[in-house]
């Protein structure tokens, strides 16, 4: 039985993988695809980004693992067998990675460090005082908020968190429902999405929700792209609600040359690098899951389908 890896556009890191793969357990036969042996070998795929029309393709395919911890994109895809168990891969770096990105982008809002390199260039020696941390709500309390909540209140922030069931990681405040979001949103200096994009998330950042947030306050997206709305947020910006969005991810990837985040003033923008998985920890992941696929045993990570995370 063999496993096939897809990511197309990524060779490189397809190879590394796969290497990977068979350091951490030799017995596993990795094939890249488009290189394609006999379709009836194969019985799980690793994939970001793969092309429509390739998963009902494999008679015998019973698991499909993404290289990542989203899953929109497969859940999305009509080509998906119902049989067939969809994982993430959540390396262990992931979170930390994650973590370090949203603390950095807060601190820099915080601390203004922009002034300060536009300063070093002039020569310009002119201290300011610094906010004291404030209140930090977080869209989202999985492995990745969780993670987030828990580094942002270790510098002083006081973090609420926002989820489905209301899930509670220590220090932090949880709360579920819509209307428990709308009475924390007009006291949070910033609003931080890492929701998975579901059909109940999708356009979450719009107009309604940035209207309850604190003039001047910040935006962190490093969900999806399809969380925000963005023409909302264009004009949410230039009424002071928010009054910076930090974003990492977007409706079209790469972003669009001509895109009008690229040059606003209020909107940082970086390249989908919140937090990168790396092969060689996504590797005993997956590896891990191949072997209780031949056991049986239930697999980590396991996705919802029905749900979408
Ligand atoms: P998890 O599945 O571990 O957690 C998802 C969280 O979202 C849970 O707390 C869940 O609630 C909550 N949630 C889901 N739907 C709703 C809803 N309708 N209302 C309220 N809360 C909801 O996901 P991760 O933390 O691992 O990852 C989250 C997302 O982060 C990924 O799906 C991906 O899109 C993004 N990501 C982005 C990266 C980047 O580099 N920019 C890197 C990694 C991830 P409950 O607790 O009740 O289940
Ligand atoms: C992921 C991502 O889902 O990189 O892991 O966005």
Not at 34 to 59: K, N, T, Y
Not at 72 to 86: A, I, S, T
Not at 185 to 198: G, K, M, R
Not at 254 to 268: C, D, Q, R, S
Request: charged residues 25%; hydrophobic residues 45%.
């Amino acid at each position: 039985m063999t496993l096939l890896i897809v990511l197309p556009g990524r060779e490189d890191e397809a190879h590394r993988l796969a290497a990977d793969l068979q350091a951490v357990d030799r017995a596993i036969e990795a094939q890249i695809w488009p290189v394609i042996g006999d379709p009836e070998e194969i019985e799980m795929v690793v994939a970001s980004r793969h092309p429509r029309g390739l998963l009902g393709s494999f008679p015998n395919l019973r698991l499909v693992a993404a290289f990542g911890a989203g899953v929109e994109h497969l859940l999305g895809d009509p080509d998906l067998p119902e049989r067939v168990d969809v994982v993430r891969t959540v390396d262990p770096e992931l979170a930390n990675g994650m973590a370090e990105y949203v603390v950095t982008a807060v601190g820099n809002r915080r601390r203004e460090t922009e002034v300060y390199s536009h300063d070093q260039r002039l020569g310009k020696w002119e201290p300011q005082i610094y906010v004291l941390p404030g209140t930090v709500v977080v869209l989202g309390m999985g492995q990745m908020g969780s993670a987030v909540a828990g580094a942002l209140r270790a510098v002083g922030h006081r973090v609420i968190g926002w989820s489905g069931s209301g899930r509670c990681a220590s220090g932090v405040e949880c709360i579920s429902g819509r209307s428990a979001l709308n009475e924390v949103l007009p006291i949070a200096d910033v609003v931080v999405c890492l929701l998975p994009l579901t059909a109940d998330t999708e356009g979450i950042l719009d107009r309604d929700l940035f209207s309850s947030m604190k003039k001047g306050s910040l935006v962190v997206n490093v969900g999806r792209g399809g969380h925000l709305l963005e023409d909302d947020l264009i004009a949410a910006l230039a009424d002071g609600r928010p009054g910076h969005a930090v974003l990492d991810v977007f409706r079209e990837e790469p972003l669009p040359a001509n895109h009008p985040f690229w040059k606003h003033p209020a909107i940082t923008v970086t390249p989908h690098v919140a937090a990168l998985t790396d092969p060689r920890g996504a590797a005993e992941c997956i590896a891990e899951n191949w072997r209780r696929l031949q056991t049986g045993e239930p697999f980590l990570d396991l996705v919802d389908r029905g749900r979408g995370y």
